[in-house]
């Protein structure tokens, strides 16, 4: 009855595809009385929370490292171990940039034990993996010299030398 949120298609230029998606979701939310909803994916939370409302969907939407930083706060959630990992975390554009979500994602990540590294190219300076804009459906590898995007942010990435790069999209790296 869920659909996916249709903002690649949009961001590919299937707008067609894209509004009949929200509009299928739409109609299974109201169904359902659906108030609140939790995204794992960003690109489902900047299109459910900032271009759904354009088409009648409006909806208290949380990105699930913020309802997880809110729970922690509340001191209803505490981790059961420590990672106790050195990382280095990927902002990504639609959760980052486009929403201003920076702090809530570390703030799960230091709670579970991990030290956060800070790169160079970080929070709203983040470097676009390519993802979001369809680049990762390209070959860029036919043209010579060409490095992919991606390649290029998870060296980065690894400058700290992390003993892991986090990132909270499934498009991103």
């Known amino acids: 009855e869920e659909f996916c949120c249709g903002d690649s298609a949009r961001r590919l230029g299937n707008e067609y595809l894209y509004q009949t998606l929200v509009q299928q979701n739409l109609e299974s939310f109201n169904n359902y009385g659906v108030k609140k909803i939790i995204v794992v994916c960003p690109h489902g939370y900047n299109a459910l929370k900032n271009e759904y409302p354009q088409m009648g969907g409006n909806y208290e939407v949380y990105h699930y490292t913020e309802f997880l930083a809110k729970l922690i706060a509340e001191g209803k959630l505490k981790p059961s171990k420590s990672l106790a990992a050195k990382v280095t975390y990927h902002d990504s554009c639609f959760l980052g940039r486009h929403n201003n979500v920076y702090d809530q994602p570390r703030t799960v990540l230091k709670t579970a034990g991990c030290n956060v590294v800070e790169i160079e190219k970080g929070k709203n300076f ?47 790296l």
């Open 126 to 172: 983040g470097f676009c993996c390519g993802a979001g804009g369809g680049r990762m459906w390209l070959e860029e590898d036919a043209v010579e010299g060409y490095k992919r995007i991606n390649d290029t942010r998870t060296d980065q990435l690894l400058v700290p030398d992390p003993e892991m790069i986090v990132t909270n999209c499934p498009f991103c």
